[in-house]
């Protein structure tokens, strides 16, 4: 469900993939190749929210803010994870059931593991692996650095996919 609110209408780029299930309403721009599966939320009923292109918003999460959020490019959003403001950086992966708080900044090429805890205010710099309760940051191993290079490569083809079988909502057309 797309909703406006206070005249406020969501842009999404036309090659995005929405769920039906997933409601977005007011300040919110999304860009090209991102996609929004079931039971995602993002309200910016408060304050403009942001995400990048090729992002991968997956079920159940949710971004909201009292001011600001914004993610970059090739953010993957796994099941169930929550972001309450801030800035997110290219090439990051947020783990299953994890949260950012408001005013947050996390890097470049940052993998925040399963259910971590980011502070508000917590600043997370490149190349990171953020673990645990709240988050303790370690470098990132060769490995998870690998994983960073496309994080959401396979969720932008099976987006594909579902556009294909005509699965989705149609995309509102929009002044750019």
Request: negative net charge; aromatic residues 6%.
């Amino acid at each position: 469900m797309i909703r406006s609110l206070d005249g406020k209408t969501p842009k999404i780029h036309p090659s995005c993939f929405v769920s039906e299930t997933a409601y977005i309403v007011g300040d919110v721009e999304i860009g090209e190749d991102t996609s929004i599966w079931p039971g995602a939320v993002i309200r910016g009923d408060y304050g403009k929210i942001i995400i990048g292109k090729a992002c991968s918003i997956q079920d159940n999460c949710v971004l909201h803010t009292d001011d600001y959020l914004e993610l970059g490019d090739n953010v993957l959003m796994t099941h169930g994870a929550v972001i309450h403001g801030g800035i997110v950086g290219n090439n990051v992966l947020i783990g299953m059931n994890a949260a950012i708080l408001e005013s947050a900044k996390v890097g470049n090429y940052v993998l925040i593991g399963a259910s971590a805890l980011v502070l508000a205010d917590s600043v997370i710099p490149d190349n990171s692996l953020v673990l645990g309760v709240p988050g303790k940051v370690r470098p990132l191993t060769e490995e998870h650095q690998k994983r960073l290079e496309d994080p959401t490569g396979i969720y932008v083809e099976n987006m594909k996919r579902y556009i294909a079988a005509g699965l989705g909502l149609q995309i509102p057309t929009y002044d750019q």
